[in-house]
């Protein structure tokens, strides 16, 4: 991902969650949400990016149709050390985000991205990895689980437009890369091509933002 994407994610961002959420947060909140705003906090983000941090931007005939973002776990029972990075190292990585452009779910964009990020993980050193979805969001709950995680009974609620919003942590296992394998920072499926950079979490709960968006 490079700067000139970001105006492209955070449409993608604010479409996902207006399409994700709707019956899950308050109405006037989805609707009020800017994609001039969104795009105005992730170019600050993005100035001060942690090189610990990959963002994954799935294109198809040059348009951007998904994004997400990987790195260390920061709940500290799950990381001991997420406190005091760069040392010691976090264990476990989180995906802290995951956007498929409503249109393109189901065409395979949100696997390519849910592959390519659990491989940036495991290529990190991570054993594990952990994700939050917000409770009710069943579409996004069934991606995840058909991609290997499970709920491990963390819990947390936080506020959206005045409401209580609860989300559910789910993680998986990671088996580590084989000696000498490689991944191309360039993977690309049928319907999308994937460009990666090291950039800034979105630590806003989100449609997939884990928290979900679906693929």
């Not at 909140?29 to 963002?55: N, Q």
């Not at 799935?58 to 709940?75: C, N, T």
């Not at 393109?104 to 991570?126: E, F, K, N, P, Q």
């Not at 979805?133 to 936080?158: I, M, S």
Request: aromatic residues 8%.
């Amino acid at each position: 991902m490079g700067e000139a994407d970001i105006e492209a994610v955070s449409a993608v961002r604010v479409r996902g969650w207006q399409a994700a959420y709707r019956g899950l947060m308050p109405q006037t909140y989805l609707d009020g949400m800017s994609v001039a705003a969104d795009a105005e906090r992730r170019r600050s983000w993005f100035g001060r990016r942690s090189p610990d941090v990959v963002d994954l931007v799935a294109e198809s005939a040059g348009e951007v149709v998904g994004w997400a973002s990987v790195g260390p776990a920061r709940d500290p029972d799950v990381a001991p050390g997420a406190e005091e990075l760069p040392d010691p190292r976090p264990t476990a990585g989180e995906l802290f985000a995951l956007y498929v452009a409503p249109e393109r779910i189901g065409t395979g964009v949100g696997r390519a991205l849910m592959a390519a990020g659990t491989d940036r993980a495991r290529r990190s050193g991570y054993r594990a990895l952990y994700l939050w979805v917000v409770r009710g969001n069943t579409r996004a709950q069934r991606f995840y689980e058909r991609a290997g995680f499970v709920p491990d009974g963390a819990e947390e609620t936080y506020k959206v437009g005045g409401s209580n919003v609860p989300e559910l942590r789910y993680w998986r296992p990671l088996t580590p890369c084989s000696p000498g394998h490689e991944s191309s920072s360039q993977d690309t499926t049928p319907s999308s091509s994937l460009d990666t950079t090291p950039s800034s979490p979105d630590t806003t709960p989100a449609s997939q933002d884990t928290t979900s968006d679906i693929p």
